[in-house]
């Protein structure tokens, strides 16, 4: 079946520091892929995507590069800031059927001052 | 830009109470979702909903559970007698016609069940 996995957090990284987040899906068929940003309390907000292999989803200086060939969906991000401290999740999304979205385990990040 | 809203933001209530949780999508979108977290855990597909008929649904979506599209506009998931694992956050999503690769989540109801 379809499924999504990602790195397991917390991730904990001073200002500035580089970030990545892995993640890497199963899927039959060619796929919509998602991250999504949760800060605390809130709801999900889509932060970027991709439909197609080689696409390059970005976003407030986030970006993911749909990867056919390693089935994978990494979220970086060259500069982190304070304000990004949130949940991270990556999903999903089959272009058939009922096109639910299924959603990675979610990366806690921390960014310290 | 249109948005889906969820009322009522946090939903307090007894086990064994009956809860309708009520969703207001982009009013042109015609698939329509219910997802589940957790707290600390991840988001769960619940049920999606297209031509007023449930197109499908998880393994949690048991007799507990319904789906309405009572007018033009709510969308709505009541749970007949909660438990105390249906805490949880409930979040509404919707789907545009001419884009269907994006769905449009709501801000989410949180439900806790004392």
């Known amino acids: 079946g379809n499924s999504v996995t990602q790195m397991e957090g917390p991730v904990t990284l001073s200002e500035e520091a580089f970030l990545t987040i892995n993640c890497t899906y199963t899927a039959t068929g060619y796929p919509s892929l998602f991250w999504y940003v949760q800060y605390p309390g809130e709801g999900l907000q889509l932060l970027l995507k991709a439909t197609k292999a080689d696409d390059k989803g970005s976003n407030k200086g986030f970006e993911a590069t749909y990867r056919k060939e390693t089935t994978s969906f990494h979220l970086e991000k060259g500069s982190v800031q304070v304000s990004d401290s949130a949940v991270y999740f990556c999903?999903?999304?089959?272009?058939?059927?009922?096109?639910?979205?299924?959603f990675g385990a979610g990366t806690r990040l921390f960014v310290k001052a | 830009e249109p948005e889906v809203t969820q009322t009522p933001s946090h939903q307090v209530t007894q086990m064994g109470q009956e809860v309708i949780l009520r969703c207001v999508p982009i009013s042109n979108h015609l698939y329509f979702y219910w997802y589940r977290q957790i707290l600390g855990q991840k988001v769960e597909f619940l049920v999606s909903?297209?031509?007023?008929?449930?197109?499908?649904k998880s393994e949690i979506f048991d007799d507990q559970f319904s789906v309405e599209r009572p007018d033009g506009s709510n969308f709505t998931l009541k749970i007949r007698s909660t438990k105390l694992e249906d805490s949880a956050m409930y979040f509404c999503?919707?789907?545009?016609?001419?884009?269907?690769?994006?769905?449009?989540f709501g801000p989410g109801t949180r439900l806790t069940v004392l």
């Open positions: 909903f297209y031509n007023n008929e449930i197109s499908e």
């Open positions: 999903a999903l999304s089959r272009n058939t059927g009922g096109f639910k979205t299924i």
């Open positions: 999503a919707s789907i545009s016609p001419r884009s269907t690769d994006t769905q449009y």
